[in-house]
């Protein structure tokens, strides 16, 4: 059973764009539907870690309004810094689930029991995954993975019911 989803964020959580505005900001643009999708994560007992080699305050905030178990930005190698977090929380490969867009993310996600991508992921990635999601980076592709990894384990029903007062 998956206890841990690791997500990247530009691409993945994100378009993968980068916006500034007038004053230098950078922002970006998160689905609420991937909002959804963590709260059903919750739901269901799941721990989110946000693994990101870039460092924003737009993720920082969004981390903290979803609950999001761990995060962690500005992480240069995630494979040596998931290996390590793995170890020190003593979770195996098949309780972690990865969900990530692009070349660097490959060698985390090969750590990983269970390997989700957003539907316009790089095809190397798209080729490592066990499920590549519908939809695309930013636009519900979050959602998608936590779905398919409650479905897998006969989860998602009770946590919708948890989660939204939802029948499924």
Avoid: H, W
Avoid at 85 to 114: H, I, K, P, S, W
Avoid at 132 to 138: D, F, L, V, Y
């Amino acid at each position: 059973m998956i206890r841990l989803l690791v997500l990247d964020v530009d691409g993945t959580m994100t378009d993968g764009g980068v916006y500034y505005d007038g004053a230098g900001n950078e922002m970006k643009k998160f689905a609420i539907k991937d909002g959804a999708g963590l709260v059903l994560a919750r739901a269901a007992g799941l721990q989110v870690m946000i693994c990101t080699g870039r460092a924003s305050e737009a993720v920082r905030r969004r981390a903290e309004e979803l609950k999001v178990t761990y995060l962690y930005q500005g992480v240069a190698d995630k494979a040596a810094f998931l290996r390590g977090f793995l170890t020190e929380q003593g979770l195996r490969r098949e309780e972690v689930a990865y969900c990530g867009d692009d070349l660097n993310d490959l060698a985390a996600m090969a750590l990983c029991g269970f390997v989700t991508c957003p539907a316009d992921a790089t095809p190397a990635v798209a080729r490592r995954a066990d499920y590549r999601c519908p939809r695309r980076g930013g636009e519900g592709a979050v959602r998608d993975a936590v779905e398919e990894i409650l479905r897998r384990d006969g989860r998602l029903a009770d946590a919708a019911r948890k989660a939204f007062d939802a029948e499924l």
